[in-house]
């Protein structure tokens, strides 16, 4: 997918709305539209980059700081008691945007567990 037809992309530069909740130079978070949880937004980088699996150590800085932002933001969100960091993938992962973004899922009742067990 290119930056030009990217949602992801569009709604960093304002073409779509969101309910931003930060946003710098280099990143931008906002509520998912579709809420798994009481707390549910994505940290994405403003420049596009298709998915995790398309990193390289060239983007660890970027990577480190949407992680590092992770706490303070879900405490802002009213995850207080912890949240639920999840990068979906590729299409195994059941990536559905091609834009890289980290979901944030949290909120003051328990999440359950990480995957079902067979």
């Known amino acids: 997918m290119d930056a030009e037809s990217c949602v992801f992309c569009k709604i960093v530069r304002g073409e779509i ?5 930060y946003e710098d130079a280099e990143i931008f978070a906002f509520h998912d539209i ?3 949880a009481p707390v549910h937004f ?3 980088p403003k420049k596009h980059i298709d998915s ?3 990193c390289e150590l060239s983007h660890r800085e970027l990577l480190g700081k949407i992680l ?3 706490p303070r933001l879900a405490r802002e969100q009213g995850s ?5 960091v999840i990068i979906n993938t590729g299409r195994v992962g059941r990536q559905e945007v091609y834009h890289l973004h980290v979901h944030i899922v949290g909120g003051p009742e328990a999440l ?3 995957l079902k067990r067979n």
Do not use: N, Q, V
């Open 52 to 54: 995790l699996a398309d």
């Open 68 to 70: 590092a932002m992770a």
């Open 34 to 36: 579709h809420p798994l």
């Open 17 to 21: 709305p969101s309910r931003k909740i």
């Open 112 to 114: 359950g567990p990480m």
């Open 42 to 44: 994505m940290i994405i």
């Open 80 to 84: 207080t008691d912890g949240f639920r």
